[in-house]
């Protein structure tokens, strides 16, 4: 016998997306450890109760967020992929690298991937780490063809960016006006798709 979804179900569904998305904001904001349940169900307009009822509390709810930036990136791989069919390995590649940078101008997902990283001390959350490493992966290696060392590349470019964008290099200015020599050995040869806070970099 098959059960419809009841009233609750599907307005704890639509609650869910929700509140997920704002514990996207608000971890990126101030981590994992200091961020209280109570500020993500604010954020939502709803009470920390029935964020209990819809999470296994706050290590579920993080979960769900950090998934949420996971499922994201693979959306925004598959996209590329799919514009480039029988694409050359490494200019399909460039443009995922491209794409990601774009992605990642997007300042709460990128410090939500790097608040995670600084929680990996936690089980779940170095599993889940993990798993949305894995998943890339296979993602690049499935739609690109490209060889191990070129997907290793693209991985460490990417935690460049993250690198760029978190610390504000590519908006550091010296007192000529220029970038200092040490940042520029950094972010020389990255593209910067925008300034300020909301900044992105890629290769």
Same mark, same amino acid.
């Given at each position: 016998?098959?059960?419809?979804?009841?009233?609750?179900?599907?307005?704890?569904?639509?609650?869910?997306?929700?509140?997920?998305?704002?514990?996207?904001?608000?971890?990126?904001?101030?981590?994992?450890?200091?961020?209280?349940?109570?500020?993500?169900? %604010?954020?939502?307009?709803?009470?920390?109760?029935?964020?209990?009822?819809?999470?296994?509390?706050?290590?579920?709810?993080?979960?769900?967020?950090?998934?949420?930036?996971?499922?994201?990136?693979?959306?925004?791989?598959?996209?590329?992929?799919?514009?480039?069919?029988?694409?050359?390995?490494?200019?399909?590649?460039?443009?995922?690298?491209?794409?990601?940078?774009?992605?990642?101008?997007?300042?709460?997902?990128?410090?939500?991937?790097?608040?995670?990283?600084?929680?990996?001390?936690?089980?779940?959350?170095?599993?889940?780490?993990?798993?949305?490493?894995?998943?890339?992966?296979?993602?690049? %290696?499935?739609?690109?063809?490209?060889?191990?060392?070129?997907?290793?590349?693209?991985?460490?470019?990417?935690?460049?960016?993250?690198?760029?964008?978190?610390?504000?290099?590519?908006?550091?200015?010296?007192?000529?006006?220029?970038?200092?020599?040490?940042? %520029?050995?950094?972010?020389?040869?990255?593209?910067?798709?925008?300034?300020?806070?909301?900044?992105?970099?890629?290769?």
């Amino acid at each position: 016998m098959t059960t419809e979804p009841g009233p609750f179900r599907s307005t704890a569904d639509a609650r869910r997306s929700i509140i997920t998305r704002r514990a996207v904001e608000v971890f990126a904001r101030s981590g994992y450890r200091a961020t209280p349940v109570a500020d993500v169900a %604010k954020e939502a307009g709803i009470s920390p109760a029935y964020v209990f009822r819809l999470y296994d509390g706050k290590l579920g709810l993080f979960l769900a967020a950090l998934e949420h930036c996971h499922e994201r990136v693979i959306e925004t791989l598959t996209k590329v992929a799919d514009e480039m069919p029988g694409g050359e390995p490494g200019a399909v590649l460039s443009a995922m690298g491209d794409a990601y940078a774009q992605l990642i101008s997007d300042r709460d997902l990128l410090m939500l991937q790097v608040h995670a990283l600084s929680s990996v001390d936690v089980p779940e959350i170095a599993a889940a780490t993990r798993r949305g490493l894995e998943r890339t992966v296979t993602l690049l %290696k499935e739609r690109t063809g490209a060889p191990d060392p070129a997907i290793q590349q693209f991985i460490a470019y990417g935690q460049l960016c993250h690198l760029i964008v978190a610390a504000g290099l590519a908006d550091l200015t010296g007192g000529d006006g220029t970038e200092p020599r040490w940042a %520029k050995v950094l972010t020389d040869g990255m593209a910067h798709p925008g300034s300020g806070p909301g900044a992105a970099a890629g290769r």
